[in-house]
């Protein structure tokens, strides 16, 4: 396949290295010098004292008048609005995204490409320059049709060192992935500590009970066992792993916190359901959100 991949972060690299293999993938990033480094010295994989670098093309993106099978959005929530026009350049088949949270999908109406697809995507992944990252655990990655997408998918994108698993219904997997990224992300960006430690951490895994709990309260279709039950298995397989909003916390950068517990919120409030502990968190996050105390680094 033909495979452009908007955004050079931690998600963006990753996939690129994994199918810069068996496919044509392109790495599309917002600055010339992130774009030269790729293609100069390749993808560096860090991943159990390990390094692996896979040879990748990339270029800076001011447009995207390209042909391709696939077009992957690896960008952050934030980053959606700023996107959406590149995309809608882009003549392919069909588009997955990779986001977290779930306010991209207000975006669909405006992408005009006949199949969409989600993932949640459960590794571990942390940036360490422009051209490399470290893999703090590797899980499957999810994917379902958000329109007229097909299990196909699946087995073109399939990669040795994880598994692709597909999803019948798009809207309960991304549920899934956000009740472990409301629980586990807001909460290691406010204790600053790795994702292990809210699984390892009697107190904290008490928390992440209670918050188990209110997220079914509103998702119903999920127990609160279970989904407390989910949230630890993701902690655990990645327990070296910085989550993502408590990177970009200590970056000074926004977070994804409307696209996740910003939604969980909403959902609540149309469904008359409350969800104090939840509200906390969110208005803990947006507080400290861009305030230089914050940063650690
Ligand atoms: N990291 C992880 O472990 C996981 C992340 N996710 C999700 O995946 C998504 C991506 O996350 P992640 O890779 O960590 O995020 P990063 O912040 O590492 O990467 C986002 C990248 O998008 C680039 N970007 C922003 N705007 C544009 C644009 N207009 N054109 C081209 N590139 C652009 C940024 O460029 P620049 O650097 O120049 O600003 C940055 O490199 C998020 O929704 C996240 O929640 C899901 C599971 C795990
Ligand atoms: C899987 C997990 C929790 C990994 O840290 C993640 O999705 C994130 O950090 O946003």
């Known amino acids: 396949m033909n495979i452009h991949i908007i955004g050079g972060g931690a998600v963006g690299l990753f996939f690129a290295a ?29 991943e159990n004292h390990m390094e692996n670098i896979y040879p990748v093309n990339s270029k800076k993106i ?18 959606m609005k700023e996107v959406l026009p590149l995309l809608q350049n882009a003549a392919a088949q069909s588009v997955l995204f990779l986001q977290n949270g779930m306010s991209h999908l207000d975006f669909l109406e405006q992408v005009p490409h006949p199949h969409l697809y ?25 994917i379902g049709s958000l329109r007229s997408g097909t299990a ?30 409301a629980i586990i992300n807001p909460l290691t960006a406010l204790l600053k500590v790795k994702n292990g430690e809210i699984a390892e951490n009697a107190r904290f895994r008490a928390i992440a009970k209670d918050l188990s709990r209110e997220f079914a ?6 127990t609160a066992e279970d989904t407390f039950q989910s949230v630890l298995s993701i902690c655990t397989k990645t327990a070296d792993n910085e989550s993502s909003m408590l990177k970009d916390m200590k970056a000074g950068n926004l977070t994804e916190i409307d696209a996740i517990v910003g939604v969980l919120l909403k959902t609540a409030e149309k469904n008359h359901r409350s969800v104090p502990a939840f509200q906390l968190l969110y208005n803990m996050i947006k507080g400290k959100e861009n305030t230089p105390e914050f940063m650690s680094k």
């Open 18 to 46: 994994q199918w810069c293999e068996k496919h044509a993938v392109t790495l599309w990033t917002r600055t010339e010098q992130q774009a030269e480094m790729i293609s100069r010295g390749g993808i560096r994989v860090l």
């Open 62 to 79: 001011e447009s995207l008048y390209v042909e391709g099978d696939l077009v992957v959005v690896a960008v952050k929530q934030y980053h």
């Open 118 to 142: 989600a993932a949640s995507v459960e590794h571990g992944l942390a940036k360490i320059d422009g051209r490399t990252i470290q893999v703090n655990g590797r899980n499957k990655t999810n």
């Open 152 to 181: 196909g998918i699946i087995d073109q994108l399939q990669t040795g060192s994880f598994r692709f698993d597909w999803n019948e219904n798009s809207y309960h997997m991304l549920i899934e992935k956000m009740a472990a990224n």
């Open 217 to 222: 309260s509103v998702f119903s279709y999920k």
